[in-house]
């Protein structure tokens, strides 16, 4: 893949993630596939702070995180974001250290909660039979990549069933904004309200040109099947048009996505492009 100028590609050992430095001091991770690692998200040394924005889904996506702003930024995070509820986003939350704070809006707590630890207790019930199934299979599959994502599947089953294992729901609750000054630029962390979910929280560097969108943005467009897809894409189509056409006005020039490959502004335009097409016009004719 040939990276947008200036973005530059770290080495790190990681089988969940690769590392893209997109400015000085802001990281972003890219998931890698079959894994079970989660999400996409990123972490940004603000010169005397590190901040992580979002936690994966397997606890050996976390502990890599943590280790990868230890080696680049010189420390652990001060705080997590967590940008919405979905699983895999926040699911590697229970393994950050409860002296490191996460921050998220008040529906991703009452999601966590309700939806998150309901899917958990299913999960675990038919976790023995998915288990046996999966095992199986490992026996007989000699494709690399299907057995790759058989034994992550097996250690999502070993994590979730861990007599230890709790949901962690954000510590603080962000319902404006939070601007964070750090040595060369600010960060704005945003409850952007309803758009993906019922609330979203973005991550902005402004004068880089540089958003953190969590699943506002999908960066994978012709992969997304919407009527199989678990979540729908918007809980609001019209008001995410809305928010992305006013980060149109804002000016971002380099977008991460929950899913996909860093892309440009473009992007912003192909998401509109997208709800219109595929949601709201089938809204209409029903």
């Known amino acids: 893949m040939k990276l947008k100028t200036g973005i530059t590609s770290m080495e790190f050992n990681s089988p969940y993630f690769t590392i893209r430095e997109i400015a000085k001091g802001i990281y972003a991770t890219q998931t890698k596939p079959n894994m079970y690692a989660g999400a996409n998200g990123g972490f940004i040394d603000l010169g005397e702070q590190t901040l992580l924005i979002d936690t994966g889904m397997i606890q050996g996506a976390t502990k890599d995180l943590l280790r990868a702003c230890l080696k680049f930024s010189g420390r652990y995070p001060f705080m997590v974001v967590s940008t919405h509820f979905h699983t895999d986003h926040v699911l590697g939350n229970s393994f950050i250290p409860i002296s490191i704070p996460i921050l998220g809006s008040n529906h991703t707590v009452n999601q966590i909660q309700t939806y998150t630890h309901n899917n958990l207790s299913k999960w675990r019930i038919e976790s023995a039979k998915e288990r046996n199934e999966d095992r199986k299979q490992l026996q007989n599959e000699n494709d690399p990549n299907k057995r790759q994502k058989l034994k992550s599947d097996l250690a999502f089953l070993d994590m979730i069933d861990a007599k230890d294992y709790q949901l ?83 000016g971002f020039q380099t977008i991460i996505s929950g899913h996909g490959e860093i892309q440009e502004a473009q992007l912003l335009q192909a998401n509109i492009d997208f709800i219109y097409n595929n949601i709201l016009c089938n809204q209409k004719k029903v």
């Open 168 to 250: 962690r729901t954000p510590d603080w609750i962000l319902e404006g904004t939070l601007i964070i000054h750090g040595k060369d630029f600010n960060v704005e962390i945003c409850n952007v309200g309803e758009a993906h979910t019922k609330e979203d929280i973005i991550v902005k560097i402004r004068n880089q040109g540089v958003l953190f969108a969590g699943d506002i943005t999908f960066a994978n467009l012709s992969d997304l099947n919407l009527e199989t897809a678990v979540m729908p894409f918007s809980t609001n189509p019209q008001k995410l048009i809305n928010l992305l056409q006013q980060l149109q006005r804002e």
